[in-house]
């Protein structure tokens, strides 16, 4: 089932007065829980944005070919097709050319699911239960192009829950294999 709803206000502010809305970009956004696409649509609803809702991942590279969107919202879990394959979907018909660049945000479950979203190749997650800020925050980060990552011991590029930047240096963070000597024989 596909639901398209366009958000618009009669005069929209001025580019300057609304930097801390998501305005005038088109999103995307693929989930089939209606409590979590009301959150995200009224947390990063603004002048001008529109929504296409997507309640099976399936359809998501259709519906990108269609028209591509500002940013890609995307539950971990929609029906038959979640949000780490819908993704890891996308970055394999970017790299054949076959579709353009998409930026995806993944709307985790849990903690656990960090590990998940790391190899879909997402330019930023959140891990619920989600807030408007956070939420809005994490948006304008990645449909600006930059990236947004939440989680236990990331050590990844972009910005952090807390805000703070990441050092970005190669190995940055905890090490990702620890070496413990064993005797030998």
């Avoid at 829980?33 to 309640?55: K, M, Y």
């Avoid at 891990?127 to 011991?153: I, M, N, Q, S, Y």
């Avoid at 240096?169 to 005797?183: C, L, Q, R, T």
Wanted: aromatic fraction near 4%; hydrophobic fraction near 45%.
């Amino acid at each position: 089932m596909l639901t398209t709803c366009t958000i618009s206000t009669a005069s929209p502010p001025s580019p300057q007065t609304c930097s801390d809305n998501v305005a005038a970009v088109h999103v995307l956004l693929a989930a089939d829980a209606d409590w979590l696409i009301d959150e995200v649509v009224a947390a990063l609803s603004g002048p001008d944005t529109s929504f296409v809702v997507c309640r099976e991942g399936r359809l998501v590279s259709g519906i990108v070919a269609e028209r591509t969107p500002d940013l890609a919202v995307l539950d971990l879990q929609i029906g038959s097709m979640g949000g780490m394959a819908v993704t890891m979907s996308l970055r394999l018909d970017e790299s054949a050319g076959t579709a353009p660049y998409v930026p995806v945000l993944i709307l985790l479950d849990r903690h656990a699911d960090v590990n998940l979203a790391r190899r879909s190749d997402a330019d930023g997650w959140l891990v619920k239960p989600l807030d408007p800020l956070r939420l809005k925050r994490a948006a304008l980060t990645v449909a600006a192009g930059d990236t947004f990552f939440e989680g236990p011991h990331f050590a990844g590029p972009g910005r952090q829950a807390s805000g703070e930047e990441a050092s970005g240096e190669e190995g940055a963070g905890p090490p990702a294999v620890e070496e413990e000597p064993a005797p030998a024989g």
